[in-house]
């Protein structure tokens, strides 16, 4: 979905003046997507959910000790300049969730979008989300804050850092060799903006990219990237394989594309359709080791094999040549854009979308492996369609 562009100027500064920080001079402009926004964790009345029309794409982290964290993007009418990223919490295992905690929201018509959240092996909480003016301004970038204060509540975060250009909405991978892996994409289409002055022509440096650290979050270097051919917004997750080859998977037009790197990232095959994984068009998936070794995958099955219901998970135990079980997650027309994390006990944490501009909703789901291969919620940590949040007018 795209923002209107006809929309009157003198209403959109009025509805950013509402909910954003103050803007620079106009000479400033240019530079307003590389400043470094508030982390606001005391939000206001107008981040409540009776002022979002629209919300939806969210991502979910689980503490060593339980604690769930939650985030989403909102505001606006759809995908547009009034877009800000937001943080909730649970301390009771997701039965009952916090207010908003904390509100990332850019200045002007710069947007905060494709939140994503990650606890690395160091127990460190990771808050990234992509930032650039309008819908997609060429180049956006990757910017992220954490806390060594998961557990906590009301933690205390870092200052937010810019990471990289581009946009990152999918968990970091750790290999086996240490390194950190951070899928960050630069689209394949031209800026979508409202003023010729926010558009940045970085096409050359587009790309299905793998960022590495060796030095534990400090520092992030570009490592090699992939084209597939028909990606759309990638959305790309990256696995190793037992034989530590890296599998990309990438969100496409037909459906997913994979490529492959036998170097640790720097080097990527050509991309190709995915030939284990079938998938309606142009929408997100979730895939994941997990503890037993196999991999989860999380995507669309609808009947018609086009629209976004059917949400459901699947295993495999041969890296991903073949799938098994089949549990629905939601059949529902318009649920999206599944996130998930596994607890030591094995339970599995799928977060997703329902209906983002009708009934706004941010649903979690728990099941087990053997509830996945039996195709039903059937266990006792199984829970379908647990809200998180519902944005109401």
């Known amino acids: 979905m795209r923002f209107a562009i006809g929309c009157a100027i003198s209403l ?7 909910h954003s920080q103050q803007v620079g001079p106009e000479t400033d402009i240019q530079d307003l997507a590389l400043k470094a926004p508030l982390l606001n964790t005391s939000p206001g009345p107008e981040y409540t959910g009776s002022r979002r029309l629209f919300q939806g794409i969210p991502g979910l982290e689980r503490t060593r000790n339980g604690r769930l964290w939650a985030t989403w993007y909102g505001g606006g009418k759809g995908e547009d300049q009034d877009n800000y990223c937001m943080l909730a919490t649970s301390g009771d295992n997701g039965a009952t969730w916090s207010t908003i905690k904390a509100v990332v929201d850019p200045a002007g018509d710069v947007r905060a979008f494709d939140p994503c959240l990650w606890i690395d092996p160091k ?24 806390t060594n204060e998961p557990d906590n509540e009301t ?11 581009g946009i990152m909405m999918n968990k970091p991978t750790v290999l086996s060799g ?12 031209p800026a979508e903006v409202m003023r010729p002055e926010y558009a940045h022509n970085i096409a050359g440096n587009s790309g299905s990219k793998a960022y590495g650290s060796t030095d534990q979050g ?46 640790g990232g720097k080097t990527w095959s050509p991309g190709q359709p995915c030939t284990t994984i079938t998938h309606i068009p142009s929408a997100r998936f979730f895939i994941r080791r997990l503890a037993s070794e196999r991999i989860l995958l999380v995507k669309h099955n609808p009947p018609n094999g086009k629209i ?9 135990d041969d890296d991903g040549k073949s799938w098994n079980g089949g ?31 009708a009934a706004r909703e941010i649903l979690l789901a ?28």
Request: net charge negative; hydrophobic share 40%.
């Open 327 to 357: 549990l629905v997650v939601d059949e529902r027309k318009s649920v999206s854009y599944p996130d998930g994390v596994q607890a030591p006990d094995g339970t599995i944490y799928i977060i997703y979308d329902f209906e983002r501009k």
């Open 178 to 189: 240490g390194t950190w892996m951070l899928p960050v994409a630069i689209w394949a289409f």
């Open 218 to 263: 400090a520092t992030w270097n570009l490592l090699g990237y992939s084209d597939v051919n028909g990606r759309s917004c990638d959305e790309h997750m990256i696995v190793e394989r037992k034989d530590n080859s890296l599998w990309m998977l990438v969100r496409t037009d037909y459906g997913v594309g994979e490529s492959i790197s036998l170097d």
């Open 123 to 146: 127990d460190t909480l990771w808050f990234f989300w992509a930032q650039g003016f309008n819908h997609w301004d060429g180049r956006a970038g990757v910017w992220c804050v954490t």
């Open 366 to 393: 728990t099941f087990t492996e053997d509830d996945v291969m039996k195709g039903q919620f059937a266990s006792g940590m199984a829970r379908p369609r647990v809200l998180v949040n519902k944005a109401t007018n």
């Open 308 to 316: 976004r219901s059917h949400l459901t998970a699947y295993l495999s």
């Open 155 to 165: 933690p205390s975060w870092t200052e937010p850092r810019r990471i990289c250009d």
């Open 12 to 18: 959109l500064l009025l509805v950013c003046a509402s």
